[in-house]
């Protein structure tokens, strides 16, 4: 069946799926990530079916996966709204993201003496979310239903794909 799929946008070496996979077998799991280098880890395994591309122009139909779950990807984003717009184009059911509650992040790092010039900011996030402004950011381009905080750094989001859903800034 075409959508009985979950897809890890952002997989990096594809540990997500991999635990994913032992939770539900009987599921096909694709995983894309643009750094072919962090892929070869996961093919080496052969843990999962990886792919190199980008979460700007997936390479799979429309509606292609039941799930589509993306994780510590939107905050190294220039433009997240054009990659959740791209996300929605292949998920047929749901979006799983997550990303840093940015200002515990940033403490987390300041503790462990990491990045202490840019006040624990990791060089390469791009975007800045807090545990509010996560859900209502996705609130413009998904239906979410469910937001949690796993281990208070995380901001976790499920949301719906809504054909009717305006995609917005």
């Known amino acids: 069946e075409p959508g009985d799929a979950i897809l890890n946008a952002g ?4 540990l997500v799926m991999y635990l994913l996979n032992q939770e539900f077998p009987e599921r096909k ?10 892929l070869g880890i996961g093919r080496d395994a052969e843990l999962m ?18 799930v589509v779950v993306m994780l ?8 997240p709204a054009a990659a959740i717009k791209e996300i929605k184009r292949v998920s047929r059911r749901a979006v799983v993201m997550s990303v840093p509650n940015d200002p515990v992040f940033r403490l987390g790092n300041l503790f462990r003496g ?3 010039t840019k006040l624990g900011d990791h060089p390469d996030h791009k975007q800045h979310f807090t545990r509010l402004s ?9 239906d979410v239903r469910r937001t949690s905080m ?20």
Not at 150 to 161: E, I, N, R, S
């Open 72 to 79: 510590e990807v939107l905050e190294h984003l220039q433009t």
């Open 11 to 14: 997989c990096g070496e594809g």
């Open 29 to 38: 799991f694709v995983g894309v990530d643009i750094d072919q280098d962090r």
């Open 114 to 116: 990491r990045n202490l």
């Open 49 to 66: 079916d990886l792919i190199q591309g980008d979460v700007y122009e997936l390479p799979f139909a429309s509606d292609r996966f039941d």
């Open 134 to 142: 996560f859900p209502k950011f996705l609130a413009n381009h998904l």
């Open 150 to 169: 796993p281990g208070f750094a995380w901001t976790m989001c499920l949301g719906h794909v809504d054909s009717d859903q305006m995609d917005g800034d």
